[in-house]
């Protein structure tokens, strides 16, 4: 395993010390990553099973120039386009690819560019994700707002302007339970137009239970789709379980979730396949469930509390856009998400070719949204899960895309 993905263990004690470095050193002391635990749901479902053939015969150095020409022609777009499209032999073409991408964009979406923002409201979990981190091994200040807490954020930014929010959890049950994220989506529905959710994978019924409460939408990221590397990295909790994440969206659109979301998080395996998956994965659920919204997000490594060494590898600014001019020409209907990961250039480039939707005004703190928002002092606060790179607030950010000639938009949806 990469060693620049631990973090600093100083401060574990003994015990725990030493069962990180079992897990990190002996496979033999994990449980198996492809095993449901108990109380896991298992769904009959066909898509896993179809994204993994396609990844796992695609050879993505057979392509050439020829392909990927051929594939910028069509104007239905086929799988094996795509593979040309996620191939080196790609890279050449991505100004044809921008194009494309940019007219696809404008003929579904016009100039319109979405705005959330995320609250994170509890930093426990139970896993331990080496390149997290909130992992259950990084030393970190853990926090976990109240309820009351958690409505004067979503105040402060409700105050902003903010139509639309994302609720994060650390993936711990014991400190945020099912009920405990109802409550925080319930609240959110006196303040905001739309409720997503991005927390620990759970079963249809709580799911339907959280779609009562108000969510829209859940994302969930599968992290990587190759199942060795996963096993590698992820060394402990319920998110070693790897079918039963893979799932995770289409029990919630079991469950009548409006929308669902998801993708790898590239950097962590072999970015063309990992792409490759993200896609395939979420167009295979929108073939099932036609009346869905499919959302596509793009998010790559980021530097964490106690290791600053970990980077998206083999994955730069020109690889990324040409996975996400690829993921719309193949998909022109999907939303793109593009997160505060990337460069406030990037991103202001990006949102004119093949993005929808970006975020603002962004923490991935706990309790922080007062001191970031108006500069005043709020008490306690909980270490961030990842440092981000486009801090810019709402106001900055929408006077920002209406400049490039942008539509900004903070919500589109009438409730009757």
């Known amino acids: 395993m990469d060693n620049n993905y631990f973090v600093d263990s100083e401060k574990l004690s003994e015990p725990a010390l030493k069962r990180k470095h079992e897990l990190e050193n002996d496979p033999s002391s994990r449980t198996d990553h492809m095993a449901y635990m108990e109380g896991m749901e298992q769904i009959k479902s066909d898509i896993r099973e179809r994204v993994m053939s396609e990844v796992e015969s695609y050879d993505y150095n057979k392509y050439t120039a020829v392909d990927v020409r051929r ?4 104007e239905t777009v086929t799988v094996e386009d795509l593979k040309a499209l996620l191939s080196p032999a790609a890279e050449p073409f991505l100004e044809k690819m921008a194009e494309r991408a940019r007219l696809e964009t404008q003929k579904h979406f016009g100039n319109t560019v979405y705005i959330f923002t995320p609250l994170y409201i509890a930093n426990y ?3 331990y994700c080496v390149y997290c981190g909130f992992n259950c091994y990084n030393d970190i200040k853990r926090m976990q707002l109240t309820l009351e807490q958690v409505e004067h954020e ?3 930014i409700a105050d902003s302007g903010m139509e639309e929010i994302l609720i994060l959890t650390g993936e711990s049950r014991a400190k945020s339970d099912v009920k405990y994220i109802g409550e925080a989506c319930k609240l959110a529905r006196k303040y905001f137009r739309l409720v997503g959710i991005e927390v620990y994978p759970m079963n249809t019924e709580d799911y339907r239970y959280l779609h009562e409460c108000g969510v829209d939408y859940v994302t969930v990221f599968q992290e990587t789709y190759d199942s060795d590397r996963y096993e ?6 319920h998110k070693r379980v790897y079918p039963y994440r893979f799932d995770a969206q289409e029990r919630a659109l079991m469950a009548g979730m409006r929308g669902v979301a998801g993708s790898a998080l590239l950097g962590l395996s072999d970015f063309r396949r990992d792409a490759l998956a993200s896609v395939l994965h979420m167009y295979f659920l929108q073939r099932k469930y036609p009346q869905a919204e499919i959302s596509l997000s793009c998010p790559r490594l980021r530097p964490i509390v106690n290791n600053e060494k970990i980077d998206p590898l083999d994955v730069h600014e020109r690889q990324l856009c040409q996975i996400l001019c690829a993921y719309r020409i193949f998909l022109p209907f999907v939303g793109i998400t593009v997160s505060s990961r990337e460069s406030r250039e990037f991103r202001n480039g990006i949102v ?4 929808t939707k970006i975020s603002a005004g ?6 922080d949204h007062e001191s970031k928002y108006t500069g005043k002092e709020c008490g306690e606060e909980g270490d961030e899960q990842f440092e981000i790179a486009d801090t810019r607030s709402l106001p900055k950010m929408y006077d920002d895309m209406s400049g490039e000639g942008l539509q900004p938009v903070l919500n589109d949806y009438l409730y009757v």
């Open 71 to 74: 594939a910028l022609t069509h």
């Open 125 to 127: 979990c139970e896993n």
């Open 154 to 156: 979503m105040k402060v």
């Open 232 to 237: 590698q990295l992820h060394l402990k909790g």
């Open 352 to 355: 004119k070719i093949a993005a």
């Open 362 to 367: 962004v923490s991935t703190g706990i309790g």
